[in-house]
């Protein structure tokens, strides 16, 4: 199956800073979403972004499918961005998963 | 709207005893997934469905493991007999075609 790499595993950030999270993976997809996974276990949906740029408020994402890359920005980070951001790939509907990002926002 | 609804939502039974775990998805989506995570392995997809046919079962981990999906509006998860290390949180998910992935809020199951 397709590998998926995410970085960095685990990231502390002071309210209202800004990051960058990474998702690699090792071969073509036709389809990539970022999930939010909170404190209570909730996975939300972010993103279906398989190529290109999109924004939802504080949070946007960028794919390069040629690369074989995506990155999701956060902005002015806020305690409730707390929990785990995964990113999920697919070539037709069976989706790979990376490890995650674990992400602690600290007021 | 209704999100994607499981059942129950936590339980905590015996090994040997069987399982079942239910799952409504989202009205008009197609395609239907159940998912287990766990600390060591992350996110696995166990099976897949799309218009009530199950597509894909490699990730079902042994006989032990069954799925169903009678009709469009409900799933069912079968562990029989189940053992502790099939505690994990089991996740159902469904999506309309191959498009965004909507996640019920998972079954968190406890063998003892």
């Known amino acids: 199956g397709i590998q998926v790499e995410q970085s960095p595993p685990d990231l502390i950030l002071q309210e209202g800073a800004n990051s960058t999270l990474r998702c690699n993976f090792s071969d073509s997809v036709n389809n990539l979403q970022w999930f939010h996974q909170n404190p209570w276990g909730q996975l939300i949906n972010l993103f279906y972004i398989p190529s290109g740029t999109k924004q939802n408020g504080r949070l946007s994402a960028t794919t390069v499918a040629t690369e074989r890359y995506s990155l999701l920005y956060i902005s002015s980070s806020q305690t409730t961005d707390s929990g785990v951001y995964f990113c999920?790939?697919?070539?037709?509907?069976?989706?790979?998963f990376g490890t995650g990002t674990s992400l602690t926002v600290i007021p | 709207d209704a999100g994607v609804i499981q059942s129950p939502r936590h339980e905590v039974t015996e090994m040997g005893q069987e399982v079942t775990l239910r799952c409504k998805p989202i009205s008009g989506h197609d395609y239907l997934f159940w998912y287990r995570q766990t600390m060591m392995r992350g996110l696995e997809l166990l099976i897949y469905?799309?218009?009530?046919?199950?597509?894909?079962d490699s990730g079902m981990p042994e006989d032990r493991f069954s799925a169903k999906m009678p009709n469009a509006s409900f799933s069912t998860l079968k562990i029989q007999p189940s053992e502790p290390r099939d505690s994990a949180v089991y996740f159902c998910?469904?999506?309309?075609?191959?498009?965004?992935?909507?996640f019920g809020e998972g079954s968190w199951l406890t063998v003892v």
């Open positions: 998910a469904s999506s309309f075609a191959t498009g965004k992935i909507y």
């Open positions: 469905f799309n218009n009530n046919v199950p597509i894909d």
């Open positions: 999920a790939v697919s070539t037709g509907n069976q989706f790979y």
